[in-house]
C-alpha cells in the first residue's frame, strides 16, 4: 500500500523578486514499509519536502496523499487528526520534555488526542520496550544517554498506530555510532509496516534506506534503489 504520495508537488515562498522556488513538481511515492531517505544540498528543498508530507504546510501546486487520502479534501479537523493518529515526526534535536519521564513523553500525542492517561502509558511503555528501553520507562530525560534519548524519541514518533514516519537530520548532532543507531531503529520501525522519510547529508547514513531521493534545487535529480548499503554486503552480489 502507498503510504505516502506527492504528485507533481511544487511550492513557492513569496512573491516576485523574493520568490523562491523551494520544490518543482516533486513525484514521489513512499510504501508501508519502505524506508527512503532523501539527500541534497543546503536548500534543495529537504526539509520543505518533509513538512509538506506532514500535512504542516500546503503546497503551491500538486497533491499530497497519505494512506491513499488526499490532504486537499480534509477539513482543518481531519488534518490535524491525521497528523496526531498516523503520522510521527522525528527532529533535529529530538525535542523531548524534560518535566516527563520517558513513558510520559511518548504517550503525550495519545494523551493529546484524547486517549486516557492509562492507556496511552501502556501503549507508551510497548513502544519503549520495541525500542529495549522498557527499564528506562521512568527516567527523565537528563537521566538518559543521548543514543536512550534518541530512541526514546522514535518511540514517540512510532507509539500507537502511525504510518508515516517523518524524520530530519535525526543524526545531525550524533556522532557516526550513534547516527547509525538511528538509522536501525527506522529501518526495524519500517520493517514492521511504517513508511519512513528521513532527510541526511550523511551518505553512509543514507545507504540504510531501500532508495535515495536526490534534489537539486527543488526537483528531484535522481533516484537508486536499492543502494548497496552496510546490510547488501553482508548477502550475495545481485546480478546487475
Ligand atoms: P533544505 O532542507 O534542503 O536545506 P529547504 O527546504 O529548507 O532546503 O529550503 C528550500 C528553499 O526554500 C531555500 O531556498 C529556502 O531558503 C527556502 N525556504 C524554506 N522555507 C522558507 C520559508 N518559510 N520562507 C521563505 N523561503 C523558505
Redesign the pocket.
Known amino acids: 500500500m502507498t503510504a505516502l504520495e506527492l504528485r507533481g508537488v511544487s511550492?513557492v515562498?513569496?512573491e516576485g523578486p523574493t520568490e523562491?522556488h523551494?520544490?518543482r513538481e516533486v513525484n514521489l511515492s513512499v510504501d508501508a514499509g519502505d524506508l527512503v531517505a532523501v539527500m541534497?544540498?543546503?536548500?534543495?528543498?529537504?526539509?520543505?519536502?518533509l513538512t509538506i508530507a506532514g500535512s504542516l504546510e500546503d503546497p503551491t501546486a500538486g497533491e499530497v496523499l497519505v494512506g491513499g487520502l488526499a490532504l486537499s479534501g480534509l477539513s482543518r479537523n481531519d488534518r490535524a487528526r491525521l497528523r496526531r493518529r498516523s503520522i510521527g515526526y522525528v527532529f533535529q534535536d529530538f525535542n523531548l520534555l524534560a518535566g516527563l519521564t520517558a513513558v510520559e513523553n511518548v504517550a503525550l500525542p495519545l494523551e493529546l488526542d484524547g486517549i486516557a492517561a492509562k492507556k496511552a502509558q501502556a501503549s507508551g511503555l510497548a513502544a519503549l520496550e520495541q525500542l529495549g528501553l522498557s527499564d528506562q520507562g521512568s527516567r527523565f530525560p537528563d537521566q538518559l544517554s543521548g543514543g536512550e534519548r534518541q530512541r526514546v524519541a522514535i518511540a514517540r514518533a512510532v507509539v500507537g498506530d502511525r504510518r508515516l514516519l517523518l524524520a530530519d537530520e535525526p543524526s545531525g548532532a550524533l556522532d557516526s555510532v550513534n547516527g547509525e543507531a538511528v538509522m536501525r531503529l527506522m529501518r526495524a520501525a519500517c520493517r514492521r509496516g511504517v513508511a519512513g522519510v528521513v532527510?541526511t547529508h550523511d551518505a553512509q547514513l543514507a545507504s540504510w534506506a531501500d532508495r535515495v531521493v536526490f534534489?537539486r534545487d527543488?526537483r528531484v535529480v535522481d533516484q537508486t534503489s536499492p543502494p548497496l548499503g552496510p546490510e547488501s554486503l553482508l548477502q550475495p552480489t545481485p546480478s546487475q
Not at 42 to 49: A, I, P, Q, V
Open positions: 511550492k515562498y513569496g523562491v523551494a520544490l541534497g544540498p543546503s536548500g534543495s528543498g529537504k526539509s520543505t519536502l532527510v534534489l527543488g
